[in-house]
């Protein structure tokens, strides 16, 4: 398909107009031939195939190709309803790609079809109604003249008419009409207007006719039902006009009925088209969105509730069985899922893929949860499809609220949010909205949509830590910490930014920007105190020893502070180095060799491999704070504690590594670790992390 123009095998374009010429021809008198008639209509068709081409859809040419028929004088029923199927039929053959709209230009063929038809039955309408009058008005010649002409037309009309006297009875109807409602014409002067109606007919649709035989309005046009002679439904356009006598009080009645059910029923089948899931049968998106907002309209203290599903592990079963084995497991899900909620205020409705949803009204969270746990259970069963025994489980967001309190669009919102929860939190499961845990989470998608703008602004800043030698209690070293000065959630520490730079990937210029300070707060240090200035040692993340430009990155860092290297320590938690290998290894084993310090942070929470220990180039480990407990003299201490960091201090000296222990807090525990041997600590009892100037007061 290029541009507005579908691209079909030879021929099918003329056979499909071909076809479709041959079924107008059936349907009535066409004042053309057939070779005319079939040239028309294949620029019938080529419009049609434009219009359904179209990467926007406009229905007006489609909805003149329906107007046309009329004006050729296609006017019977089954002209429509054979271009209707032909349509239905065909375009899916000549433009594959483009089915999903061939209910579209049948709608519109349709309402082209139908407003001209309107139009034609307005324009005799207004012929009999003029010669209705002509002939009261007019001398006896004139009379008898417009008798006959309105006798010819009421007679031979394809129209219905009726006739009623001023009591709403019937006085005489044309053979369309009798025809229409299935009696003899000679059987239905004397019957009441009543008598075509259905019994539970709602009394505003009589009020109408009861205000014109009141005198009170002069004519009236509706779509309605009426009721024919065996007790069905007749779908017709009534149009009715009110015949008043010399004193202009009512005299007459006379109505024009137009027989439209197959357009109603051709109609209501596109809006069920337009409302439902091709594949599974149920509501689609528009009809659930019509039915949340309905909901919402009516205000009120009633609750509504959602339960928005998601097949867990779909795309596997599609990737690996195939589209067709997906599509039968969606089917069977849908049947399950309605046989276990539908019901007069409930909804269920397949959203796209695999996502379903549930709507309740006049609910509890109660009745939502047992659902939930229900629908669940119903997933577990396993489903039997073309050989293959399939089980498969939902994750499952449930939001139930006040209408009142919420908007439709929050509410779908919040069960979106609610079924994302459910699938993090381990999948085949529900979770229930919790505006808690949603603050949280907002924030959270705040901090990490500013921290960008932050880096840029200079909203972060660097703290300093001392790393004290245990032997002399002299200052050694300090560890750079970042800070974020928020300017609306204030000061906020790594363990609340950190974790989101390293998803988003934005730890790579945060961390390149921390090293850089650091090193600069170095220099500075250095030109004052010369080598009295203690080592810099900076974080270094896991997803920044993935990337290519690591070691000219630092080496242009190192270059310009104008530090040696050996005064800069690049620290790794103990899961982060282990996990190294290839580049990221190689680029750890690059910096070494320049001289940069490589030390494991958290050592003794992660799981070490001795062997491929020995190989990292490492200069020093750090002791995680957790250990340190055990080494307080207290009866909380727990003695292996104190083994354990004995055991941990005398492997690393083995291995030719200082060790630093963190998170020393009180003088027993660094009296402990001195008597172990453990080099240097840092912790709360030194000093805690601040500005620079806290480090100077160290080295006055």
Known sequence: MRGDRVDCAPGEREAFAEQWATALAATGYVAMDRSTLTDNVTKYTEILLAALASDHFDPAPVARVGSTLVELGLTYPQALSASIQLIGDGLPRLAPARTGMVPAVQAAFAAGFADAMR??????????????????????????????????????????????????????????????????????????????????????????????????????????????ADGRPLWTDLSVTLVRDGSGAPNFVVGMVEDITERHTLERRLRHQANHDPLTGLGNRALFTERLNAAFARGGDHRVGLCYLDLDGFKVINDSLGHDIGDELLIAVAARLDALVSGDDRLVARMGGDEFVVLVENCTGEQMITLAERILATMADPVRIGGHRLTVSASIGLVDRVVTTATPAETMRDADVTLYWAKADGKNRWAAYDSERNAREVARFTLAARMPAAVESDEFYVDYQPIVRLADGKLVGVEALVRWAHPEFGRLGPDQFIGLAEETGLIVPLGRWVLREATRQARRWRDTYGDAAPWMSVNLAARQTEEPTLVADITTILRASRLPPSSVQLELTESAIMGTAGASLKALQELAALGVRIAIDDFGTGYSNLAYLRQLPVHAIKLAGSFMEGLRDSATADPADARIVATLVELAHALGHKVVAEGVEDPEQADRLREIGCDSAQGWLFAKPGPPEEIERWLS
């Open 119 to 228: 139009l034609k039955i307005f324009r005799d309408q207004e012929e009999i109604r003029r010669a209705a009058f002509d002939a009261r008005r007019g001398a006896e010649s004139a009379l008898l003249a417009s008798e006959a002409r309105f006798r010819a037309m009421f007679t031979q009309s394809a129209v219905g008419i009726a006739i009623a006297d001023k009591f709403g009875t019937l006085t005489e109807v044309n053979a369309a009409c009798a025809r229409m409602f299935g009696y003899d014409a000679a059987d239905m002067p004397g019957l009441h207007i009543d008598d075509l109606r259905f019994p539970d007919e709602p009394s505003a649709l009589r009020a109408p006719l009861r205000e014109m035989l009141a005198g009170e309005r002069d004519s009236y046009r509706m779509e309605r039902m009426l009721r024919k």
